[in-house]
């Protein structure tokens, strides 16, 4: 107990500069996020906060500053703001702020109060542990990043016509220019785990290529594939956001 307490007034006191005694009314979800912005482009890393408080507007945004200091990333919050134009259905306050690779250390700040995490970011895997939390929640303590040159596989049918998704399945792994790849261990993985929304929804599968033109043999394939079976419902979805799809 006294060497946590120890721990809490050196920490407040390392970061008491970054303290304004702004703060949001609310406690705070978080989690790491490639996000896929147009197509070709690399994954962004992010980091996207949601507000436990549901306001009156779908729309509000969390208005943060944010600081490098060694390898700590600060993020102190100062508001959450209601947009000109707010849509009528209620929700949280959501902010997506960008995440710096180089660090170790994650300091958030609301009022006086201060939440420290520590991170640890490879090319694989994003983990996050507690040192001292209060009104922040990691809501994954693992993520997979994006692997490079893979695709999901993705398909959606209704019961009389399973077959499609093994059929097509086998195709892929058949492929030589293709290799399955699994997340290993505990951890939310980037891709959709699985279709939703028909009769017969099955679990994702994922591969790996080695060249961009490889994944569109994989579109030639699906195309080729499409042309016997009509009522196929499958999306191909690369690391790029690049998609080919039969609905």
């Given at each position: 107990m006294i060497l946590n307490l120890k721990y809490l007034l050196k920490s407040k006191y390392k970061y008491i500069k970054y303290i304004t005694g702004d703060s949001i009314s609310t406690n705070f979800d978080f989690m790491p996020i490639e996000l896929l912005i147009g197509v070709d482009n690399p994954p962004k890393l992010k980091i996207k906060f949601v507000t436990t408080k549901i306001f009156s507007c779908f729309d509000y945004s969390l208005i943060s500053t944010n600081f490098i200091k060694g390898n700590s990333f600060i993020i102190r919050f100062e508001k959450a703001v209601r947009p000109r134009y707010c849509s009528a259905a209620f929700g949280?306050?959501?902010?997506?702020?960008?995440?710096p690779e180089n660090i170790n250390q994650l300091v958030i700040i609301n009022g006086n109060n201060i939440d420290i995490y520590d991170i640890n970011i490879n090319k694989e895997l994003i983990s996050i542990s507690?040192?001292?939390?209060?009104?922040?929640?990691?809501?994954?303590?693992?993520?997979?990043?994006?692997?490079?040159?893979?695709?999901?596989?993705?398909?959606?049918?209704?019961?009389?016509?399973?077959?499609?998704?093994?059929d097509f399945l086998k195709i892929l792994r058949d492929n030589h220019l293709f290799t399955e790849h699994y997340f290993e261990g505990d951890g939310r993985i980037?891709?959709?785990?699985?279709?939703?929304?028909h009769w017969s929804n099955?679990?994702?599968?994922?591969?790996?290529?080695?060249?961009?033109?490889d994944?569109?043999?994989?579109?030639?394939?699906l195309d080729d594939f499409a042309k016997?079976?009509?009522?196929?419902?499958?999306?191909?979805?690369?690391?790029?956001?690049?998609?080919?799809?039969?609905?």
């Open positions: 949280p306050a959501k902010s997506m702020i960008d995440l507690s040192k001292k939390n209060k009104f922040t929640n990691c809501l994954y303590p693992q993520t997979f990043r994006y692997p490079k040159n893979t695709f999901v596989y993705i398909c959606k049918n209704n019961l009389v016509n399973e077959y499609i998704y093994n980037p891709y959709p785990d699985r279709s939703t929304g099955y679990p994702s599968r994922f591969f790996r290529y080695k060249n961009e033109s994944f569109e043999k994989a579109k030639k394939l016997k079976n009509k009522e196929a419902k499958i999306l191909l979805k690369n690391w790029k956001n690049r998609k080919y799809s039969v609905w």
